[in-house]
């Protein structure tokens, strides 16, 4: 019988009761149980004579139940436990609050076995709800490295040891998954002696070694599933599209800025894929600033002259607006017609006579000026009134019908049931905290979407927001080619950090007002972190903002942006900011997606002690973006150490990928890359800054391959990556 998946019921010992209580955390199988690893070991391995104790130690002492007997304190209503127990050395005493049944068991002349912490009060040195078992018991909770669960209601690590301990009896045959001769070479433990180890471990070596091999069981299961993905993705074919050396030269010698060495490797390597028939896969991983966005246009003016239709998602609907807004602009003089498409816009840029020419309404010139009567109409503004709205209906008619070359939206763009003509290239300008799992999703959209060339997929483009550390990018993309923007545009100046102790805020408030006297713009950010805590902050942003506006700084104008804002109020809120209706922009987290003032110097960052350095590194994205000087200020409530050094590293570098190394370390994967969710085993994720699991996991995983394309020849691994692939999922 497959023991593994026994229902954890037909253990002898757990009844129904457990096993409803087991499913809570997710074990409705023996496997399960056995897979319910300890998160951590106390060490009560050492025997303590009762005279040697110390307080305040952890120890275990053997000895006899001396005195024993059962209190009950009328005024609290408990009931107590009291029992002295002596070894040959003196003896001590141990109390157990409202566990009655504790006396049944411990009657003088017992021998026991008892660990704990050692407290002491003015009758010396007592033990207070110590663990314990009879001597005649072989060691389980005490007198040895004591492994401790995760528990829930119900369910005590003391019961799963118990359990534990039960099953290991019943000598079960094991399966390992992992083929014997991987495991010899690694010096690695089989699955049984494994799961032994990390249950009842005789010494640290032993646990430490289990996590290993399980860690690796993991990752190479990972890289399985990447490389699988990988060589399914390879079996589809994409349209040709054909480098334009002369198109793409001429475009980019006409802009106002000479490509980046980092640019220009990753646009070549971008536009040599889109040339094959395998789908291109590559993830563009670049830092705040890096010039992603123009990567991106190249892309597309390379499709578009090839008479192809391109996708680019955003992940919100105010970015989306703006890489419309900037991708317009780089096109005005081609005959290329770029449209977005979300929930509040449905408009197209009408660049060229072509679609003026379609009767559709054309927002009037008059009306954006009545509403900012005093502000100059900015370039920003006309090409604003330039653009030409339509009905959904229309929009999506002149996608199917290949009148739009670039389409911009919200990741709507390719979930919705929307037909393209020729679409060949997919852009997603992707936020990291989107999670595997949505982009799992949106891949598999990708492969299936109405891009109207039959037997063909879409290239696909993804850009991250935060570079991502090496360690991960091998770990978790491995399905991905990399190319890297590892270089800033030259010119810009390092962005000077400062944290700053409450004391100090006056100053910052005399620099902001030097900065806006000198015409620079200053971002106020009050940030959100989490969902539930939407309202709260709301008010919190708009309290900030009144307060600042009536008491710090009456003789400025202050603007407030934040979530619960419509995408045309947002709009209109940073169009203002932009033509400088503001000098002070109050915003919460909504800033972070890329959004581009280049006139903005000034970041201040108000609680910054709750943020992830990453976040954190977004957020001053949002200035140093002209050859000014910008300035970022990280105000914390707090004087902590801990606090300070981890924020230091903002001081420190300007550098996006140090800071996700060192965001990665203090925080782990879980958190950095949203993997938490993913399903993912703790144990995977502690071993994810292990270079050298991941790469050995990669090279084995490709030499399983290359012996057994689809593993029929490893039944038991690809079991595994049956379970892996519904519990997390890759790009
Ligand atoms: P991100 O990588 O954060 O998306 P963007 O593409 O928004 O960065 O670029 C940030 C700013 O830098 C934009 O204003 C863009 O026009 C400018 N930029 C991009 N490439 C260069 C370059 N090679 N030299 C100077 N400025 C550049
Ligand atoms: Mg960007």
Not at 470 to 494: C, H, I, K, Q
């Amino acid at each position: 019988m497959d023991i593994l998946n026994a229902k954890i019921e037909s253990i002898p010992r757990v009844s129904q009761k457990y096993a409803e209580i087991l499913k809570k955390i997710n074990v409705t199988t023996v496997g399960d149980f056995l897979f319910h690893f300890p998160f951590r070991y106390e060490d009560y391995s050492e025997r303590i004579e009762i005279d040697s104790l110390i307080g305040g130690q952890t120890a275990t002492i053997m000895g006899e139940i001396s005195k024993s007997k059962l209190v009950r304190t009328w005024k609290k209503k408990m009931m107590i436990t009291e029992c002295y127990i002596a070894d040959e050395t003196g003896s001590v005493r141990a109390v157990w609050f409202n566990q009655p049944y504790v006396s049944d068991s411990l009657t003088v002349g017992k021998g026991v076995r008892l660990a704990g912490k050692v407290l002491e009060d003015k009758n010396g040195f007592y033990f207070s709800n110590p663990a314990w078992e009879l001597s005649s018991r072989e060691p389980t909770n005490t007198g040895r490295l004591v492994p401790v669960y995760s528990e829930t209601e119900g369910l005590t690590s003391k019961w799963i040891r118990w359990q534990m301990q039960n099953i290991f009896k019943l000598d079960l045959e094991i399966p390992d998954p992992i083929p014997t001769e991987i495991l010899t070479e690694l010096h690695l433990p089989s699955i049984k002696t494994a799961l032994q180890y990390i249950h009842f471990p005789q010494n640290e070596t032993q646990y430490l070694l289990a996590q290993k091999r399980f860690a690796f069981q993991n990752m190479l299961t990972v890289q399985l599933a990447s490389l699988k993905v990988k060589a399914n993705w390879e079996k589809e074919s994409s349209v040709k599209i054909p480098f334009q050396e002369k198109t793409i030269q001429k475009f980019t010698a006409s802009l106002p800025f000479t490509l980046t060495n980092a640019q220009r490797k990753a646009s070549f390597e971008i536009l040599k894929d889109l040339e094959k028939a395998r789908p291109m896969n590559r993830l563009l991983n670049g830092d705040v600033g890096s010039g992603k966005t123009i990567v991106a246009a190249l892309a597309s003016l390379q499709t578009a002259q090839a008479g192809l239709q391109t996708a680019l998602m955003a992940p919100t609907e105010v970015l989306a607006r703006q890489h419309f807004e900037s991708i317009s602009k780089l096109f005005a003089n081609y005959n290329i017609s770029v449209g977005l498409l979300t929930n509040a816009y449905q408009i197209v840029a009408s660049n060229q006579p072509a679609s003026l020419a379609d009767g559709s309404s054309v927002i009037s010139n008059q009306k954006i000026k009545k509403n900012n009567h005093q502000s100059p109409i900015t370039d920003y503004q006309l090409l604003v009134t330039k653009h030409s709205q339509f009905k959904r209906t229309e929009l999506l008619e002149k996608i199917k019908s290949g009148n739009i070359d670039i389409l911009i939206g919200t990741h709507a763009l390719i979930q919705k049931d929307i037909r393209f003509r020729k679409l060949a290239l997919v852009i997603i300008d992707e936020q990291h905290r989107f999670g595997v799992g949505q982009r799992a999703f949106l891949q598999q959209q990708i492969e299936t979407i109405n891009d109207g060339l039959p037997g063909k997929i879409p290239h696909l483009l993804t850009m991250t927001a935060t570079p991502i550390p090496r360690t991960l990018t091998m770990a978790y993309f491995g399905n991905l080619d990399l190319s890297l923007l590892d270089e800033m545009p030259v010119g810009r100046l390092p962005i000077v950090t400062k944290i700053i102790p409450p004391n100090k805020r006056p100053e910052v408030y005399d620099f902001v007002r030097s900065q806006v006297a000198d015409g620079r713009q200053v971002f106020i950010i009050f940030p959100l972190v989490e969902e539930s805590e939407k309202l709260v902050e709301l008010k919190a942003a708009t309290a900030e903002h009144e307060r600042l506006s009536r008491d710090i700084f009456p003789e400025l104008s202050l603007g407030l942006l934040h979530g619960k804002l419509k995408a045309k109020e947002k709009e209109q809120v940073m169009a203002d900011y932009k033509n400088k209706k503001y000098d002070i922009l109050v915003a919460t987290s909504v800033v972070e997606v890329g959004i581009d003032i280049p006139n903005a110097t000034v970041i201040i960052i108000e609680d910054a002690e709750r943020f992830g350095l990453s976040q954190l590194h977004q957020f001053r994205g949002r200035v140093g973006r002209s050859q000014q000087q910008s300035y970022c200020f990280l105000l914390t409530g707090s004087h902590t150490i801990k606090a300070k050094s981890r924020l230091g590293a903002l001081e420190k570098t300007n550098s996006g990928f140090e800071i996700a190394e060192a965001d990665l370390k203090m925080r782990g994967p879980g958190e950095f890359l949203g993997l938490r969710q993913s399903g993912l085993p703790d144990i995977a994720m502690e071993h994810l800054g292990n270079v050298k699991l991941i790469e050995i996991s990669r090279q084995k995983a490709l030499a399983l391959l290359k012996n057994s394309p689809s593993l029929s020849k490893y039944p038991l691994l690809k079991k595994e990556l049956k379970k892996f692939a519904t519990n997390v999922h890759l790009e």
